[in-house]
DNA sequence: TAGATTGTTAATCGATTAACAATC
DNA sequence: TAGATTGTTAATCGATTAACAATC
């Protein structure tokens, strides 16, 4: 129940994920597609195929127990383990992310944090000293990294990842201003900025 | 040639626009359709079709001019003319997109930093001293803010939003975890963080 | 002119929505 | 059981790709 399902599905479930877990909190123990889908402005439609993608959640005539389709949406999501990270950059931009993988309730910790500059050596983030990039490949021989933020230059990116990828990490959650040439076997989750901005921009024009 | 512009060409443009870029750089003068397939790994056809959503910007036999399509891509993204933008929550995600806004190539200008935050107050952060929200309301009638920059709690960001709309706010940069509800003659554009890793986390499930 | 490459129409593919039988 | 609502198939809609005539 895993290929083949659309990238379009994958990004709607953390969104139902949100929902839920606000539901949860408001103590809703149960919910009908019809009702979620009026709550987040999507047909009840789409909510029932995007959920039927991974397995039958509801039960007919009664809907979804919200508790469950919460948990079942999070094991989807590979929530149910933790998922060390290290990041590499520490400007202000992966300072804040730093501080953000921190203090969002997920199960993603931040184990490390790499930059070049050498006056920042020891310097504590997010209640993390800083390390030289260099320093990484034995930090990697006793720390199991499983995901690696790039918030560098866009020029150092793409070696770093490479020289990442070669010490086995699969996964980049990258802010740099490059596609990352990668093996399909990496895993590459993009957060381009200035890209979102321009979206904004051009959707303020003609009005 | 402005409405109806699927969003998914819209989101494509800015990956032209950084790609016409560095062929400018480099001192590209002219490309065809096929080698900028070829670079962005996008079919020749796509390529086509998105820009002549907007007009025939290429030659037959010829190809595309390198600056004459990164200026009018520029100008489509409406990035012919500097936008104002203010930023509410100056926590470190806020203090990290203001700097940001600040140095990247990009017609934004940060002109205003808001908090609630009593402590806050006068502080300087790239370049600007921190305001209490409630100061806006003044400033607004002698600053034009054409983008406002919600890095606010999730709590926060609805009422906020909604005051700044009243008080003629058009356009939104969210990285609160909600969905605004906005009248539509608001533009929001979203970028949510832990959907983005919540992503990462699923792709990276069965491997 | 001949060759190259666009702009655009037509064909295909995929995603969304509608409908309804299955079933709790 | 009757009513409600899912799971799923079929219909529609939209986006992508292919093909090629237009034209530089």
């Known amino acids: ?53 991974f397995g039958g959640f509801g039960q007919q005539g009664y809907g979804y127990n919200v508790r469950f389709l919460y948990d079942e949406i999070g094991r989807i999501l590979g929530l149910t383990e933790i998922h060390n990270v290290a990041l590499f950059g520490v400007g202000n931009l992966g300072q804040a992310i730093a501080n953000y ?28 000293p800083i390390m030289m990039i260099d320093e990484f490949e034995d930090f990697n021989k006793t720390h199991r ?23 086995g990490v699969h996964a980049f959650w990258n802010f740099a201003h490059v596609d990352l040439e990668m093996p399909k076997d990496v895993v590459v989750e993009n ?5 979102s901005l321009m979206q904004l921009s051009y959707n303020m024009t003609g009005r």
Request: net charge positive.
């Open 1 to 53: 129940m895993d290929k083949g399902i659309s990238k379009a599905v994958i990004r709607r479930m953390p969104r139902y994920y949100r929902y839920l877990g606000e539901l949860l909190e408001n103590g809703v123990e149960r919910i009908s597609s019809n009702e979620l889908s009026k709550m987040m402005k999507v047909t009840a439609s789409q909510i029932r195929q995007d959920l039927n993608n």
């Open 191 to 195: 957060v381009h900025l200035s890209e």
């Open 101 to 128: 993988v921190r203090f969002e309730k997920l199960p993603f910790k931040m184990i490390g944090l790499f930059d070049v500059d050498k006056k920042k050596k020891g310097q504590i983030v997010s209640g993390i």
């Open 145 to 167: 990294v499983d995901i690696a933020v790039l918030t560098l230059p866009k020029d150092a990116a793409m070696p770093v990842a490479q020289k990442l990828a070669d010490l």
